[in-house]
């Protein structure tokens, strides 16, 4: 455990984490690996096969057999922002990080087109695990009745190191995710203090040459590009908060570092911009509402802001009725991601039904295709 003054002093017993078992990261069976991720070059040569799942643009249901329509008048915007300088801003929860289509994102991040990348804790658990051992994602059923899930050593130790060697330079936890990847002495540092503290025997891996699979990681691409990468943590939500070597206060620190770096970005929309809110239908929209109120406060308010939301449940969203007896009220994607916040300055809002894999690389062949890359 880091030798700190963080006991607990309340009324009521509490869990001792130092007594938690681990196990080497490379003996635990996944179920992602990178041969699902997409390639975005055969990608940009492929065949343009819109979705036909139903899809919705302020205010109105999306017309047409296809979702063609909506997608291309969406990456024409976001083409248009991209050459004037105007920000557009990916958040995205971790089912896309694991399940294959991050490779978009880091491809838009390379190309100068996303300004700022936004994920939870479990999108930088995904991305760790990625980048050193090539897979990812664990059976929860099979591990969880011995206690196994969540306890591969590599991923609790180095993480949790991590956040707090970047919580102790006072960066953010996605700024100090990417020196993990891409800074040598960082690297080197956080290793080192892991096995100061814990028992070296010999089976885990020690990536003091570098990550193996790091061109999988969204957070080294923009590191690299300068793009800020912001991870919106939570406290007892995330493997890395089971292990010994858990940091609350580090965790709190660096989040909160990364959510003002966040609002700070949603201050550069008073000349439009695009928010692309991928698979996170909790943590995005209640940032983004949050962020642009700030901005808004101090004289910054978005003007021609538009949205995106990408997801698989169908939209039932209803802004005329309001009726909070009703589950769709409570859809905070829906709600404030592809209606109230579009709507509120000056913008467009987007959502598109259906799989990650069928949405977003035709959103991706729409933009290439606008800016004439194939």
Known sequence: ???????????????????????????????????????????????????????????????????????????????????????????????????????????????????????????????????????????????????????????????????????????GMGEAMGRLYCDADFRRQ???????RYQDTGEYIKPYDGFPYLDSCVFAAAYRAGVPACIHASLGTDIIDQHAGFNPAAKGQSSGHDFLVFAQEMCRFTGGGVILNIGTAIMGPEVVLKAVSMAANVGRAPDGLWTGDFDIRPFVFDDETRDETQAYYYLRDQK????????????????????HAETLPALYQCIMRRLGVN
Not at 190 to 196: M, W
Request: aromatic share 10%; glycine share 12%; proline share 6%.
């Open 1 to 171: 455990m880091p030798n700190d003054d963080r006991s607990y002093r309340g009324s009521y017993g509490v869990f001792d984490p130092s007594h938690m078992r681990t196990y080497p990261l490379k003996v635990r069976p996944n179920k992602v690996e990178l041969d699902d991720y997409v390639d975005v070059a055969a990608l940009r040569r492929a065949e343009f096969r819109p979705p036909t799942t139903p899809w919705f643009r302020s205010g109105l249901r999306g017309g047409g057999a296809d979702q063609s329509a909506g997608l291309r008048e969406l990456a024409d915007y976001i083409v248009e922002c991209h050459r004037a300088g105007r920000p557009v801003v990916a958040l995205s929860g971790a089912h896309p990080i694991k399940n294959g289509q991050i490779p978009i994102v880091i491809d838009l991040i390379e190309r100068g087109i996303v300004t700022l990348f936004s994920t939870n804790g479990a999108g930088s658990i995904h991305s760790f695990e990625l980048a050193l051992t090539g897979a990812s994602s664990e059976s929860v059923r099979d591990a969880l009745p011995n206690g196994d899930f969540g306890m591969a050593f590599e991923t609790g130790a180095y993480l949790n190191c991590t956040i707090e060697i970047g919580a102790e330079l006072g960066i």
């Open 336 to 355: 404030s991601i592809a209606t109230r916040i579009p709507k509120v300055f000056g913008g467009v809002g987007f959502y598109f039904e259906g799989l």
């Open 190 to 196: 956080v290793i080192d203090r892991t096995f100061e």
